[in-house]
């Protein structure tokens, strides 16, 4: 009868995955295990049988490899200098574009509310003015008028 | 020429640091490991080529990503096994096929290694273990294909993002499937190697 303990190492044995120890007591075991041996030797067949695939053409890739990595390195030697650049255009437009959904075309809420709000105080100043000095306070618009027609009021 | 894992870490730093030329080095060192692998991966000699170049090229791309954890190696095989499974999802050409599925010509070619191995020619032996080798499931035959490179467990482990217990479980099974399909179809072979060895 084989002792288990043993012969369930011969694979362990056979790829070198035994400490110095248990590789001895293998080999001790192996000069009177039968079994064991025929495993162990079907195990080395099995592994030539199985070499590492031959016949590729290993040569070939290195340069044909390089040649890529080559034609990789002008893009990355390129890319910092022109790195960022577009970031600050980009950045701008963007603002633009917010600014003009958002206040121009009264999307924002909140602004076109407070815009509002400016409105209805100032012609509330304006009423407040005619009342107490019994004339509309002129704004710039008649002012400009008023110069070019020359009037000294 | 020995080429040790340190090495393959200086000659990283040299191409991180500007000298891209340097990565031939770590091709050629490589290079002959990734294409076997890609081979037993793939089944298919042009396609393990290209799938190869591929490897290299996002190796070379990711560089920067290498965290020295592990050896230069083990991350390559990490790449080349998630490369090869995706090229395999991708291709529906390609499926599984089982040593008794193949064509009948291909078969006689490999029946015929007997008569070839003794001859000194081994292109028979190559052809029935590379079938062989194609006939098991991909977890198992990535696991075979690193252990023939020369792997250890704990390598393949990493290279497969698996635990070293599974390898071990995996590998197993590979053996005792391939041992059993080989005495089964090449009784002969498998005798005389045993004998020579």
Same mark, same amino acid.
């Not at chain 1, 040649?67 to 893009?75: F, S």
């Not at chain 1, 960022?84 to 076109?112: D, H, R, T």
């Not at chain 2, 490897?55 to 083990?74: C, M, N, Q």
């Not at chain 2, 291709?91 to 599925?101: G, N, P, T, V, Y």
């Given at each position: 009868?084989?002792?288990?303990?043993?012969?369930?190492?011969?694979?362990?044995?056979?790829?070198? &995955?035994?400490?110095?120890?248990?590789?001895?007591?293998?080999?001790?075991?192996?000069? %009177?295990?039968?079994?064991?041996?025929?495993?162990?030797?079907?195990?080395?067949?099995?592994?030539?049988?199985?070499?590492?695939?031959?016949?590729?053409?290993?040569?070939?890739?290195?340069?044909?490899?390089?040649?890529?990595?080559?034609?990789?390195?002008?893009?990355?030697?390129?890319?910092?200098?022109? %790195?960022?650049?577009?970031?600050?255009?980009?950045?701008?437009?963007?603002?633009?574009? $917010?600014?003009?959904?958002?206040?121009?075309?009264?999307?924002? %809420?909140?602004g076109?509310?407070?815009?509002?709000?400016?409105?209805?105080?100032?012609k509330?100043? &304006?009423? $407040?003015? %005619?009342m107490?000095?019994?004339?509309?306070?002129?704004?710039?618009?008649?002012?400009?008028?008023? $110069?070019?027609?020359?009037?000294?009021? | 020429? *020995?080429?040790?894992?340190?090495?393959? /870490?200086?000659?990283?730093?040299v191409?991180?640091?500007?000298? *891209?030329?340097?990565?031939s080095?770590?091709?050629?060192?490589?290079?002959?490991?990734?294409?076997?692998?890609?081979?037993?991966?793939?089944?298919?000699?042009?396609?393990?080529?290209?799938?190869?170049?591929?490897?290299?090229?996002?190796?070379? *791309?990711?560089?920067?990503?290498?965290?020295?954890?592990?050896?230069?190696?083990?991350? /390559?095989?990490?790449?080349?096994f998630?490369?090869?499974?995706?090229?395999?999802?991708?291709?529906?050409k390609?499926?599984?096929?089982?040593?008794?599925?193949?064509?009948e010509?291909?078969?006689?070619?490999?029946?015929?290694?007997?008569?070839?191995?003794?001859?000194?020619?081994?292109?028979?032996? *190559?052809?029935?273990?590379?079938?062989?080798?194609?006939?098991?499931?991909?977890?198992?035959?990535?696991?075979?294909?690193?252990?023939?490179?020369?792997?250890?467990?704990?390598?393949i482990?990493?290279? /497969?993002?698996?635990?070293?217990?599974?390898?071990?479980?995996?590998?197993?099974?590979?053996?005792?499937?391939?041992?059993?399909?080989?005495?089964?179809?090449?009784?002969?072979l498998?005798?005389?190697?045993?004998?020579?060895?």
């Amino acid at each position: 009868m084989r002792p288990n303990r043993l012969c369930e190492k011969i694979e362990l044995y056979h790829d070198g &995955e035994l400490g110095p120890e248990e590789t001895l007591e293998i080999v001790g075991h192996l000069a %009177s295990c039968r079994e064991c041996m025929e495993t162990l030797a079907e195990l080395k067949a099995l592994e030539t049988m199985l070499a590492p695939a031959r016949g590729a053409n290993a040569s070939a890739l290195c340069p044909t490899v390089m040649a890529r990595v080559r034609a990789l390195q002008p893009q990355s030697r390129f890319e910092p200098l022109f %790195s960022g650049c577009w970031k600050a255009p980009a950045i701008a437009l963007a603002s633009c574009a $917010v600014y003009i959904i958002c206040v121009e075309m009264g999307f924002w %809420s909140a602004g076109s509310a407070s815009l509002a709000a400016t409105l209805e105080s100032r012609k509330e100043s &304006e009423r $407040v003015y %005619s009342m107490i000095f019994g004339i509309r306070r002129p704004d710039n618009e008649n002012l400009l008028v008023m $110069v070019l027609q020359g009037d000294d009021k | 020429m *020995t080429y040790s894992e340190q090495e393959d /870490l200086k000659t990283i730093a040299v191409v991180l640091a500007g000298k *891209t030329e340097a990565f031939s080095m770590l091709i050629e060192c490589h290079q002959s490991k990734v294409l076997a692998f890609c081979v037993y991966m793939l089944r298919n000699r042009s396609e393990a080529e290209d799938a190869a170049q591929e490897i290299f090229i996002k190796a070379f *791309t990711s560089l920067a990503d290498f965290r020295r954890e592990s050896a230069f190696s083990t991350w /390559l095989y990490r790449i080349a096994f998630n490369h090869c499974c995706n090229l395999r999802k991708k291709s529906s050409k390609i499926r599984l096929e089982s040593f008794d599925a193949m064509p009948e010509q291909d078969r006689e070619k490999a029946m015929a290694s007997n008569a070839k191995y003794q001859s000194g020619s081994d292109d028979g032996a *190559t052809l029935a273990s590379e079938k062989v080798m194609a006939s098991l499931p991909e977890g198992y035959r990535a696991v075979m294909a690193l252990r023939l490179q020369g792997e250890d467990y704990r390598a393949i482990a990493m290279s /497969l993002g698996i635990s070293e217990d599974s390898v071990r479980a995996k590998l197993r099974r590979a053996r005792l499937i391939l041992r059993a399909r080989l005495r089964h179809f090449f009784p002969d072979l498998m005798s005389k190697i045993s004998e020579r060895l």
